[in-house]
């Protein structure tokens, strides 16, 4: 399974062409990890959503982020075109389950979706209960505490989501909102994923194999 990964657009969909070509047969899903727009109206991150599947025409699983429109929060799928929210929903990719949490932790900002630490763990309850964690692919806008986290000597990151993170151990943890921060790591059995931020033209092309080995590239159109 092939997955293309994104984070952090904040709009800018004129990138978007700098995905085509061989890219566009090389994929399974696409995969965002939140804030497609910057403070814009739900309206304008449908918009941005739609412009990636008419480029791709893979189908996309998506989460909010921080800075975009509550009432996004609400939005299942996008007409019908296969563009799916997978906030506090679990959908199934291929043999996989994939489940998100969008908006982030408490900011100094006060931006349009943040959760308490409290309020995370009702959205971690939500997947808890289905039992299957060792196929499960984990997509947050929040960063997980400790891991690829650390501004200004502080690790800003989620207890909760590193708690759930050392006891499930998905195969694979997707985050994003730190824009400080391109890369992957290893923790335990889970490889945790910040593909960096879009709008500076990150983004990670992720496989993985039938024997549930997760190989990782990252690459940036902005360096082609």
């Not at 943040?114 to 806008?141: A, N, R, Y």
């Not at 400790?146 to 050392?166: K, Y």
Request: hydrophobic content about 40%.
């Amino acid at each position: 399974m092939k997955l293309l990964v994104l984070t952090d657009i904040h709009g800018r969909r004129h990138l978007f062409k700098d995905l085509s070509g061989s890219l566009k047969e090389s994929i399974d899903y696409i995969i965002v990890a939140g804030d497609l727009t910057y403070f814009e109206k739900k309206e304008k991150a449908l918009e941005i959503l739609e412009s990636l599947y008419n480029v791709l025409g893979k189908p996309i699983y998506f989460i909010p982020g921080n800075c975009d429109d509550p009432e996004l929060l609400s939005i299942d799928k996008i007409d019908d075109k296969p563009i799916y929210n997978v906030h506090s929903k679990v959908y199934t990719l291929n043999h996989y389950l994939i489940y998100g949490i969008g908006g982030s932790n408490i900011t100094p900002f006060s931006t349009p979706i943040e959760w308490s630490e409290d309020q995370i763990k009702e959205f971690i309850d939500i997947i808890q209960k289905h039992g299957v964690f060792d196929d499960l692919i984990m997509v947050t806008h929040i960063p997980i505490y400790g891991v690829m986290d650390e501004i200004n000597d502080e690790n800003v990151g989620s207890q909760v989501l590193r708690g759930f993170l050392e006891k499930y151990q998905p195969i694979l943890w997707i985050t994003g909102h730190l824009h400080e921060y391109s890369g992957y790591t290893r923790v335990g059995k889970t490889i945790v994923l910040n593909p960096g931020p879009f709008m500076r033209g990150y983004y990670a092309l992720v496989n993985i194999s039938l024997d549930k080995n997760v190989k990782i590239s990252i690459y940036n159109v902005l360096n082609k």
